[in-house]
């Protein structure tokens, strides 16, 4: 399904877009960041709140990450400072950018098991299926984040990965 490539691509890729966001989202009062947009998180804080949540919360299970100690429902409102939520985001994409530099094949071969409180059972799936997961779960929420910026009047330039990760070619 995946390989180690895809998952240092997506980390890459992660951390540039996660640095276009919040540069744009540090351009907004607090108030604007926190302002509720009608998102499932409601604003953007507690979006990228819940991103840094829920990257903590699978690595937890797929790198043995200490996992976050609120429940799903208060991931929204992890950090109330947004520039500590700035540098936990900068620490958690270095340290998913390092994680899949030494990523193996043959781990993503294997599977996952893990009680899911949201499902609130035990599940097991394929550990590619889940690291695939990870990186589609940060570009879902970020894209809600990127329209909720650009319905505060802030841009955050391009966002498609072929113009973010340009070949060195």
């Not at 900068?90 to 899911?116: H, K, M, Q, V, Y």
Request: hydrophobic letters at 45%.
């Amino acid at each position: 399904m995946i390989t180690p490539a895809f998952a240092r691509t997506m980390a890459a890729y992660n951390a540039v877009l996660n640095t276009k966001i919040y540069a744009a989202a540090a351009r907004l009062s607090d108030a604007d960041r926190k302002a509720d947009r009608g998102a499932f998180w409601r604003s953007i804080h507690g979006t990228l709140n819940h991103l840094v949540w829920a990257d903590r919360m699978w690595m937890s299970r797929i790198d043995g990450w200490k996992a976050p100690s609120q429940s799903l429902a208060e991931s929204g409102t992890l950090h109330e400072a947004f520039d500590a939520l700035s540098e936990v985001r900068e620490t958690i994409d270095a340290d998913l950018a390092a994680w899949a530099a030494r990523l193996e094949p043959g781990w993503l071969d294997g599977a996952l098991t893990w009680f899911s409180g949201a499902a609130g059972h035990e599940i097991t799936a394929p550990r590619a299926l889940i690291v695939t997961h990870l990186f589609n779960h940060q570009t879902h929420h970020r894209g809600q984040v990127h329209a909720m910026l650009t319905a505060a009047g802030e841009r955050v330039g391009d966002t498609d990965l072929p113009l973010v990760l340009r070949s060195p070619n």
